[in-house]
């Protein structure tokens, strides 16, 4: 008579050894980001189990489809597409290819995107923007490399490139308070991304270094695009007590609060000195010209790419590695002395 046995899974190994899927799948792949402790339980279950990775899958893993993906927010916000020109370029050069994904600030779509790479569709993903928490997304590590570009959070466990957000909120702020404003408005981004926090706090940083008092009414969160810009204008138009100069987090916002003022018959910088980010092509077609933070994307997109082909070729190099670049002011006409 047969006896039947049942085959021994990877859900045994992480019953037995009392760890997360992810962890085994981690020892049994050998990668980095392991502890000794569990890596010692696992190795313990795998012996005691007598369990035997599946080798084709393991090999299937080993196969490169010469693909990154990259993962945005929205291809509509014109930095995303500098950003996706520059690494571009030096992608083509190492013979391989870009996979755009647009999450439209979807938490589920973000997932999905990720899940490529447990489908072996991709060789790594590059998070150039994060709509879930780290902890939502770790476990992918497991199944290929990730880079995160533009993007800090912490938490981390990979390479991150990107801007001091801070620093350069606090460069802008500055400028103006050097050249005689008090009364300075504020536009962020989405509040709860580590970008819109960073930003948020080198404003208020200089600020407070001047010995000039916060007025919430002048700070507005979850500001997009030239129809956000267009909307703080008639907020501001609106204050009985106005600022005499926005910073905004973005040049379409500043060009959108430009294109607001002239239309109600204001004169910029006159009337109000206005700040943009990023410098876009599109703050040189206003007038006045745009003052701009400058993010450094060709060297963001060059060391991106750097660092992803470093993990594919290596996934054991694969580490958590901070990358802070620098902003540059770009002094044009939109903002006056007082």
Same mark, same amino acid.
């Given at each position: 008579?047969?006896?039947?046995?049942?085959?021994?899974?990877?859900?045994?190994?992480?019953?037995?050894?009392?760890?997360?899927?992810?962890?085994?799948?981690?020892?049994?792949?050998?990668?980095?980001? !392991?502890?000794?402790?569990?890596?010692?339980?696992?190795?313990?279950?795998?012996?005691?189990?007598?369990?035997?990775?599946?080798?084709?899958?393991?090999?299937?893993?080993?196969?490169?489809?010469?693909?990154?993906?990259?993962?945005?927010?929205?291809?509509?916000?014109?930095?995303?597409?500098?950003?996706?020109?520059?690494?571009?370029?030096?992608?083509?050069?190492?013979?391989?290819?870009?996979?755009?994904?647009? %999450?439209?600030?979807?938490?589920?779509?973000?997932?999905?995107?990720?899940?490529?790479?447990?489908?072996?569709?991709?060789?790594?993903?590059?998070?150039?923007?994060?709509?879930?928490?780290?902890?939502?997304?770790?476990?992918?590590?497991?199944?290929?490399?990730?880079?995160?570009?533009?993007?800090?959070?912490?938490?981390?466990?990979?390479?991150?490139?990107?801007?001091?957000?801070?620093?350069?909120?606090?460069?802008?702020?500055?400028?103006?308070?050097?050249?005689?404003?008090?009364?300075?408005?504020?536009?962020?981004?989405?509040?709860?991304?580590?970008?819109?926090?960073?930003?948020?706090?080198?404003?208020?940083? +200089?600020?407070?270094?001047?010995?000039?008092?916060?007025?919430?009414?002048?700070?507005?969160?979850? !500001?997009?695009?030239?129809?956000?810009?267009?909307?703080?204008?008639?907020?501001?138009?609106?204050?009985?007590?106005?600022? %005499?100069? !926005?910073?905004?987090?973005?040049?379409?916002?500043?060009?959108? =609060?430009?294109? +607001?003022?002239?239309?109600?018959?204001?004169?910029?910088?006159?009337?109000?000195?206005?700040?943009?980010?990023?410098?876009?092509?599109?703050?040189? =077609?206003?007038?006045?010209?745009?003052? %701009?933070?400058?993010?450094?994307?060709?060297?963001?997109?060059?060391?991106?790419?750097?660092?992803?082909?470093?993990?594919?070729?290596?996934?054991?190099?694969?580490?958590?590695?901070?990358?802070?670049?620098?902003?540059?002011?770009?002094?044009?006409?939109? !903002?006056? %002395?007082?």
């Amino acid at each position: 008579m047969k006896i039947k046995t049942k085959a021994i899974t990877i859900e045994d190994v992480v019953r037995l050894s009392g760890v997360s899927r992810g962890t085994v799948s981690r020892v049994i792949n050998d990668h980095p980001h !392991v502890s000794e402790e569990k890596r010692k339980k696992v190795k313990e279950a795998i012996e005691q189990l007598d369990y035997m990775p599946n080798v084709s899958a393991q090999r299937l893993r080993n196969i490169k489809t010469k693909t990154i993906a990259v993962i945005v927010s929205s291809i509509s916000n014109p930095f995303f597409g500098l950003l996706l020109e520059e690494l571009e370029k030096d992608v083509i050069k190492l013979g391989y290819q870009l996979l755009l994904c647009n %999450t439209r600030n979807s938490k589920k779509k973000e997932i999905d995107f990720l899940r490529l790479l447990i489908t072996n569709q991709v060789d790594g993903i590059i998070l150039a923007s994060m709509a879930n928490y780290w902890e939502n997304i770790k476990e992918f590590v497991n199944y290929g490399p990730i880079v995160c570009c533009n993007q800090f959070d912490p938490k981390v466990e990979v390479p991150s490139i990107g801007l001091d957000h801070e620093e350069a909120a606090y460069i802008g702020t500055k400028h103006f308070i050097d050249n005689g404003h008090e009364k300075i408005a504020f536009c962020g981004g989405i509040s709860q991304f580590n970008i819109s926090v960073g930003r948020k706090q080198g404003y208020e940083k +200089a600020l407070k270094e001047s010995g000039l008092k916060i007025n919430k009414d002048w700070i507005f969160d979850n !500001v997009y695009g030239t129809a956000g810009g267009i909307e703080v204008f008639n907020n501001v138009a609106n204050m009985r007590v106005r600022p %005499t100069a !926005v910073f905004s987090g973005g040049d379409e916002i500043a060009v959108g =609060f430009i294109k +607001a003022a002239l239309d109600s018959g204001w004169k910029v910088p006159q009337d109000i000195s206005v700040m943009g980010f990023d410098n876009q092509p599109i703050g040189t =077609f206003v007038s006045p010209e745009l003052t %701009t933070i400058q993010q450094p994307i060709e060297q963001m997109g060059k060391i991106t790419i750097q660092k992803m082909i470093e993990s594919i070729n290596n996934i054991q190099s694969m580490r958590s590695e901070e990358i802070i670049l620098k902003a540059n002011l770009i002094e044009r006409n939109s !903002v006056k %002395t007082i």
